[in-house]
């Protein structure tokens, strides 16, 4: 079955680093667009990055731009998000997300509920 696993998560100050990692099995990776996703305690689970299956197409929420960073590796079935400069606000649980196809839309890889598989989520705390 498909599994989507992510690590990485922590407790850092405000102003560090964090990189996240999502490894995937069970699926042909390099047919999946890739996302990540946030969600703070009492909110909904909101959009931070997405890639297309081949890299070459990558979107951010306008929160994080210019902070995180999304790759992949489609030899090694992971993905991962590089996130910078990071701030109390970025405190939340982290999840990976794997969609089936072809399309690159900004609309569809920006929406939760297009999305096929999902991970457990990996928690990150920021103090101020």
């Known amino acids: 079955q498909v599994q989507l696993v992510e690590s990485g998560g922590g407790l850092v100050q405000a102003g560090g680093s964090l990189r996240l990692s999502c490894a995937a099995s069970?699926?042909?990776?390099?047919?999946?667009?890739m996302g990540w996703f946030r969600q703070a305690p009492g909110k909904e689970r909101e959009f931070v990055a997405a890639i297309s299956q081949s890299g070459e197409i990558t979107y951010y929420a306008d929160s994080v731009k210019g902070r995180f960073t999304i790759s992949r590796d489609n030899a090694k079935n992971t993905a991962a998000l590089q996130m910078n400069s990071l701030k109390p606000e970025d405190t939340a649980d982290y999840y990976c997300?794997?969609?089936?196809?072809?399309?690159?839309?900004?609309?569809?890889?920006?929406?939760?509920?297009?999305?096929?598989?999902w991970g457990q989520g990996t928690q990150v705390t920021v103090s101020s």
């Open positions: 997300a794997a969609r089936f196809g072809v399309t690159q839309a900004m609309g569809v890889l920006t929406s939760r509920t297009r999305y096929d598989y």
């Open positions: 069970g699926l042909t990776f390099s047919s999946y667009a």
